[in-house]
């Protein structure tokens, strides 16, 4: 017999597949969910970019001259941490108007919400436009899942409008700053710690370089909603040990940018404060993300979330950053909209959660917004 497909059914069993990420093993999780939307009609692929690890794309094509709407999310979650879980991790423990779990709130409620939506208005013929769901793999790690797509050409196709369905508490967010990560390494020269004056010390090097940073002006003027543009030292080490002058010392950039910032001018201003002493290295360059909020669909939205929520929505942008970074230039910057049943402050922690009345919420919202699309 089939199991009945509710949005709390489904977020468990979402949850009950182990995404963990590192490694990762998203496979089954992914077939999973391509499943239930080809048994509504989508055209299903999927694109590994490493094993056992493929992103999904299914396409729901409705008519050709009109772009589709794009659903998105990732089916990946962060490690359970060092602090022990008042229940099973992959449980989906119900508790009130509570279901509890590794990845409930991000973003496992998410995808489950979009897949009920899809498969809902997916039961009526002749709409227009279509969706294409993009559910991307190891996204917690830097968008290598989105970025493969992307890399691949033209398997993502077109899309008009996105949706991402991260944690907001179904708040329409429209954009969140970019990021940059670098690593700066410095060298030297080791020596015998009692002698000093025969090495040269690669921590010092660094220190002075971190120092610098502490006080690095990008001379940008705040973005009304974003804020400056920040900049943090994550880490550093460096060091044989206690008694040898270092000869190696590394420091981990990590630099969040606001629209108007171009990477490539970030990079130049922090290698030349760091000089020429410190070698400077990308680890992770994704750009920001912005939508006018007088985009006609974002007015739109906001509307109908005036509804939702019962007040009328702000404008308002979210800290971290997502595969939307990726999804909205390759779709050539359509309107973009971040909104999702989790919490955001319970995202990434233990004992995860997910408000059961915000994915039966974000369920019909995300009905509404693609019923609206398709014109049915
Ligand atoms: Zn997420």
């Known amino acids: 017999m089939k199991e009945h497909l509710t949005p709390l059914s489904l977020t468990r069993k979402l949850i009950s597949f182990d995404t963990i990420n590192p490694p990762g093993q998203e ?29 999904l794309v299914a396409r729901l094509e409705l008519n050709d001259n009109k772009r589709p709407i794009c659903f998105s999310g990732h089916v ?14 992959l449980g989906g423990e119900i508790q009130g108007d509570k279901v509890y779990g590794r990845g409930s709130t991000d973003m496992k409620a998410g995808l489950a919400a979009m897949v009920v939506a899809a498969k809902n208005v997916a039961q009526y013929p002749n709409g227009k436009g279509g969706i294409t769901v993009v559910f991307t793999a190891s996204e917690e790690t830097g968008s290598q899942g989105a970025h493969h797509l992307a890399g691949l050409g033209d398997v993502l196709g077109e899309a008009g409008a996105i949706v991402l369905g ?34 040269v010390n690669a921590i010092y090097k660094a220190a002075n370089a971190v120092t ?48 108007g910032q171009e990477h ?24 920001g993300v912005m939508t006018d909020p007088d985009d006609d669909w974002i007015r739109q939205i906001f509307h109908m979330m005036e509804g939702v929520l019962g007040e009328r929505p702000v404008p308002a942008t979210m800290s971290g950053f997502t595969d939307v970074s990726v999804l909205k230039p390759f779709f050539d910057n359509p309107p973009t909209v971040i909104l999702g049943p989790g919490e955001v402050t319970m995202a990434h922690k233990t004992d995860e959660f997910c408000y ?21």
């Open 212 to 259: 610098r940073l502490e006080k690095y002006d990008f001379g940008v003027t705040a973005h009304p909603l974003m804020g400056k543009p920040t900049l943090n030292v994550g880490t550093i080490s460096g060091g044989i040990n206690i008694n040898s002058v270092p000869d190696r010392a590394t420091i981990g950039i990590d630099i969040r940018t606001i629209p």
């Open 356 to 376: 059961i009345s915000k994915i039966e919420e974000a369920v019909e919202v995300y009905t509404e917004i693609a019923r609206k699309w398709c014109e049915l």
């Open 264 to 287: 490539s001018d970030v990079y130049k201003g922090i290698k030349s404060c760091l000089g020429s002493e410190v070698e400077l290295n990308r680890v992770l360059d994704l750009g």
């Open 76 to 89: 990946d979650t962060v490690p359970l941490g060092a602090t022990p879980w008042s229940s099973d991790p």
């Open 166 to 199: 991260e944690p907001t508490s179904n708040y329409p967010m429209i954009g969140h700053k970019g990021v940059l990560w670098l690593e700066g390494y410095t060298s030297g020269v080791t020596a015998h710690g009692s002698m000093p004056e025969q090495g």
């Open 27 to 55: 496979r089954i999780c992914i077939e999973y969910l391509g499943k239930l939307l080809e048994d509504s009609g989508f055209k299903t692929n999927l694109y590994e970019f490493s094993k056992g690890r493929p992103s």
